[in-house]
């Protein structure tokens, strides 16, 4: 299947700090990528839609500034935690849908091994 | 409104007895319905889906899932669990708009005993 790839599997870093988060689809084009944090316990809460070339598309009550997204190519998206503090620290994963020409999407979605951030 | 229901927060199954974990669904529509498994510290893992067809989907792992459009469920299930399945597990129903987003589920923790 899709395999995609997210950097760092673990980051501590110090209140005030930014973090950059990476994910990749390693083996196939993703015009779209989608970024979740979740909570401990808890589903997933979409972030953001990620799309090559353009803005992201953030859900109520996520922070652009906070969260910056950037998809500048068909194979990375990244999230970066701007001035990062306590209660930042989640469970990031990513999602990317496979983008293949001439078949049809049925919406699945393979995921990165998600980022665990701790802001001391 | 859309959305996706999964009714137990956790499930406890001996091992080698049959499983299944719950989901129902409300969606405009035909539904694309998944099954996602998570363990711990990991990304989620696409298990099997359902779009057309048969009603009984099989999947990765041994697993199968059952979509019933009178009652708008899509359990799922295993003839005989395995420890190793222990894990959390995400039912998920296609938003239809054009980028595909999913409606998740909140998760059913399933712990297999030995």
């Known amino acids: 299947g899709a395999v995609v790839s997210q950097h760092p599997s673990w980051v501590i870093c110090k209140s005030g700090t930014s973090v950059k988060i990476e994910c990749r689809s390693l083996?196939?084009?993703?015009?779209?990528m989608f970024w979740y944090r979740q909570f401990p316990k808890q589903s997933l809460m979409l972030m953001a839609t990620?799309?090559?070339?353009?803005?992201?598309?953030?859900e109520q009550g996520v922070e652009k500034d906070k969260f910056l997204i950037n998809h500048a190519s068909l194979t990375l998206s990244t999230l970066t935690v701007t001035s990062a503090h306590p209660e930042d620290s989640s469970f990031y994963i990513c999602?990317?849908?496979?983008?293949?020409?001439?078949?049809?999407?049925?919406?699945?979605?393979?995921f990165g091994e998600g980022s665990r951030l701790t802001v001391l | 409104a859309q959305s996706v229901a999964q009714p137990e927060d956790q499930v406890n199954v001996a091992e080698g007895n049959p499983l299944t974990v719950k989901c129902t669904y409300s969606?405009?529509?035909?539904?694309?319905l998944f099954w996602y498994v998570q363990y711990p510290n990991r990304g989620l893992q696409f298990l099997l889906k359902?779009?057309?067809?048969d009603n009984l989907v099989k999947g990765s792992y041994g697993f199968e899932a059952e979509f019933n459009k009178s009652q708008t469920s899509f359990h799922l299930k295993k003839p005989s669990a395995l420890v190793s399945d222990s894990a959390l597990y995400f039912c998920?129903?296609?938003?239809?708009?054009?980028?595909?987003?999913?409606?998740w589920g909140a998760g059913t923790k399933l712990i297999i005993k030995p």
């Open positions: 998920a129903v296609r938003h239809m708009d054009s980028n595909y987003q999913l409606i």
């Open positions: 083996d196939f084009q993703a015009t779209t």
């Open positions: 990620s799309n090559e070339g353009s803005k992201a598309t953030y």
């Open positions: 999602s990317a849908r496979v983008n293949l020409a001439g078949v049809s999407n049925t919406g699945e979605l393979f």
């Open positions: 359902y779009i057309t067809g």
């Open positions: 969606v405009s529509g035909n539904p694309y």
